[in-house]
């Protein structure tokens, strides 16, 4: 890995590469080794000629393209801000304004973190939550699998790999409907944190939006890897780029072809913290005026489970470890995008994948949203 620190006046890009047998692909995610920008003009001229292919901007020479992310000249194009991890590339490309070059590591999964309890044992998979008779796809079968009980004996997916459309719109209106109807409001909110018990003021729990899971077949089921109840799992098969928007939002993400209604496009990946382990962190970023991801609460469960312990109210903090998600923008309404929980390596529905399917079909190059409820605030 080569890392590359360029400063110029008052502008510092830091470039991570990896190159291996003369093939290079770059990211731009943080600082971990540092070189000066005469380091890369003047020296390791073969580490830095592989580093700045990854920066190519149509068909001007390498080094205009290196100058083009450091002076701010645009278009800025970047390969694959993913580094390799996902299935597919994606891009990161900047035509219109000064932006910030997003400063995260990009991982595919989540992490959990040291105070968080997710136990992804085999022994916590009970008969009933996977389909050992299984042989190949469990959705060509004439009868639905256990792994189709969550989703009361009818697969959510389609063969083709959409989510079926019955299924979507539930989920949809569930999220439009008011809020007291699918709403759970606990006695004891785990969204208190000491600040306010310290002060005696007990917060009212706003409440939190039961949703509909999806369950996909795991290591106990005796299908394939293939099967068609596992896409979640299979990780981003569609082009994705991210992209400095027009209308001064900042980055947003766009898919670069055209995808019908019910379509999986990626998940939100973060870091798994305990509720107070990101009440603390962003106490502290706000403290240093550091900007921070929002924070998906793995809350669309509550209401079945008993009294969360603190390592059981968990969320996704995707501000310094993240993937392609925390680059999508939030909309009021009329977004494209819906998040829908899908349980796959255990049962215990206080952790689970955030997936984001799309809600209409979508234009080539269309920006992807999504709303935010304000449970989750
Ligand atoms: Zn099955
Ligand atoms: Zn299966
Ligand atoms: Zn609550
Ligand atoms: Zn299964």
Redesign the pocket.
Known sequence: MVAISATLKDTTVVVVVEVSAGVSSGVIIGAFIRMTFSDFESGNKGESKDMIEVLKVSKSSNMQSMDAVVQKKYPIYLKDIARGEENIQIPLVNEYESLELPNFLYIKSNMVHKDAHVDFSLARISDGNF?AE?YG??LSSDLP?A?AAETLGEFAYTKEGLLKENFLDECIAMNLEPKTKHFYYCEVCPLQNDLHQKLKKTKRCKGHLTRKFIKE?WSK?G?SRK?K??VVQQGIQVPLQVYGTPEGKGWGIRSVNALKKGTFVCEYVGEIVTNQELYERNKERVAKQEKHTYPVLLDADWGSERILKDEEALCLDATEFGNAGRFINHRCYDANLIEIPVEVETPDHHYYHVAFFTTKDIEPMEELTWVILLSTT
Do not use: A
Request: proline content about 0%; overall charge neutral; some cysteine.
């Open positions: 389909c299984c796809d469990c699998c792994c077949c089921c299908c099967c109840n596992r």
